[in-house]
């Protein structure tokens, strides 16, 4: 089983960026696809990035694509959110989780305590 840990979130205006590191216990990390999901206050946890074991492929969902960008480094079992142009309705907890595609879309495990990111106006 592979334990994650979030770290980088804080507080940055809008238009800011931040980047959200994660980091894995174990070196199986290799062998997972690694993501990313945030729950706003009030709401229901929201899937936004999946990056394939290998690290080649990446999906983002629509709310982040284009300013969001993932990255991994294997030498280090962790992976990256380099997150740009943030706006208020960025603000969240962010997760990294396992992930794989599911009938339903992107589906989520074994996430880690999370980090807050808070946008202001």
């Known amino acids: 089983q592979v334990q994650l840990v979030e770290s980088g979130g804080g507080l940055v205006q809008a238009g800011g960026s931040l980047r959200l590191s994660c980091a894995a216990s174990?070196?199986?990390?290799?062998?997972?696809?690694i993501g990313w999901l945030r729950q706003a206050p009030g709401k229901e946890r929201e899937g936004i990035v999946c990056h394939s074991s290998s690290g080649a492929n990446a999906w983002y969902g629509d709310s982040v694509k284009g300013r969001f960008a993932n990255s991994r480094d294997h030498s280090k079992n962790s992976v990256y959110l380099q997150m740009n142009s943030l706006t208020p309705e960025d603000t969240a907890i962010y997760y990294c989780?396992?992930?794989?595609?599911?009938?339903?879309?992107?589906?989520?495990?074994?996430w880690g305590q999370g980090t807050q990111v808070t946008v202001s106006s």
């Open positions: 989780a396992k992930c794989w595609a599911g009938v339903n879309g992107y589906e989520y495990e074994d």
């Open positions: 174990a070196r199986t990390f290799d062998y997972y696809a």
